[in-house]
């Protein structure tokens, strides 16, 4: 509710600057077009892709790019949108898989898992604009089996890093420094549902 309320107060500030003549900053002009974008009940179009506002699970605003302007982060069940704010208008700067969970630095972390007992992970850094820079592959697996009373228990682990296979004791080191990044940083707001 207090963000709610913070970003309503955001828009009706924005409005009077406006109204006294004085030109909105990038800042100012990004987060009145999220605003817009996040206000309105229908369906919302950029470069092609639609938005169904009833699909939104959560939203947060976080810079990616290094601007200091925050970029619009939309989740659903079935992807996760990136918006910017470029000549003034709203365009994806990312569309990410949903497992994808984005870091304080501005990389991302995507993260997959199986039933084989394998876990995945794929560091990727990306540049202004949104492309890829940098992106570095390392998961886990383990080899489960049941014994006679029907138990599981793992027999042996294998790590890799960059398609090496590695000891858990340098999987460990190597991977440390993504693990570490965190994503604290990215306050994720929940959207009520809407109702026909």
Same mark, same amino acid.
């Given at each position: 509710?207090?963000?709610? /309320?913070? /970003? =309503?107060?955001? *828009?009706? +500030?924005?409005?009077? @600057? %406006?109204? =006294?003549?004085?030109?909105?900053?990038?800042? #100012?002009?990004?987060?009145?077009?999220?605003?817009?974008? @996040?206000?309105?009940?229908?369906?919302? $179009?950029?470069?092609?892709?639609?938005?169904?506002?009833? #699909?939104?699970?959560?939203?947060?605003? !976080?810079?990616?790019?290094?601007?200091?302007?925050?970029?619009?982060?939309?989740?659903? @069940? +079935?992807?996760?949108?990136?918006?910017?704010?470029?000549?003034?208008?709203?365009?994806?700067?990312?569309? /990410?898989?949903?497992?994808?969970?984005?870091?304080?630095?501005?990389?991302?972390?995507? &993260?997959? &898992?199986? @039933?084989?007992?394998?876990?995945?992970? *794929?560091?990727?850094?990306?540049?202004?604009?949104?492309? $890829?820079? /940098?992106?570095?592959? !390392?998961?886990?697996?383990?080899?489960?089996? +049941?014994?006679?009373?029907?138990?599981?228990?793992?027999? &042996?682990?294998?790590?890799?890093?960059?398609? $090496?296979?590695?000891?858990?004791? $340098?999987?460990? &080191?190597?991977?440390?420094?993504?693990?570490?990044?965190?994503?604290?940083?990215?306050? %994720?707001?929940?959207?009520?549902?809407?109702?026909?």
């Amino acid at each position: 509710m207090k963000k709610l /309320l913070s /970003l =309503c107060l955001t *828009t009706i +500030f924005l409005f009077i @600057l %406006w109204g =006294c003549g004085k030109q909105p900053t990038p800042l #100012e002009r990004a987060m009145s077009l999220y605003q817009e974008f @996040l206000a309105s009940d229908h369906p919302q $179009e950029s470069e092609g892709a639609i938005f169904y506002k009833n #699909e939104w699970l959560r939203y947060a605003f !976080f810079d990616m790019n290094g601007d200091g302007i925050p970029e619009l982060h939309l989740r659903t @069940l +079935f992807y996760y949108d990136i918006l910017t704010c470029r000549n003034g208008e709203l365009c994806v700067w990312k569309s /990410l898989n949903t497992v994808a969970e984005p870091l304080n630095n501005g990389a991302v972390l995507i &993260t997959r &898992t199986d @039933l084989d007992n394998f876990s995945g992970y *794929t560091y990727i850094e990306y540049d202004f604009l949104g492309n $890829e820079t /940098l992106r570095i592959d !390392f998961g886990e697996s383990s080899k489960h089996f +049941f014994n006679d009373d029907g138990w599981i228990y793992a027999s &042996t682990s294998y790590y890799y890093f960059e398609g $090496e296979e590695v000891s858990k004791e $340098e999987w460990d &080191t190597l991977t440390e420094p993504y693990f570490s990044i965190g994503s604290d940083k990215i306050e %994720w707001i929940d959207v009520e549902p809407s109702h026909p």
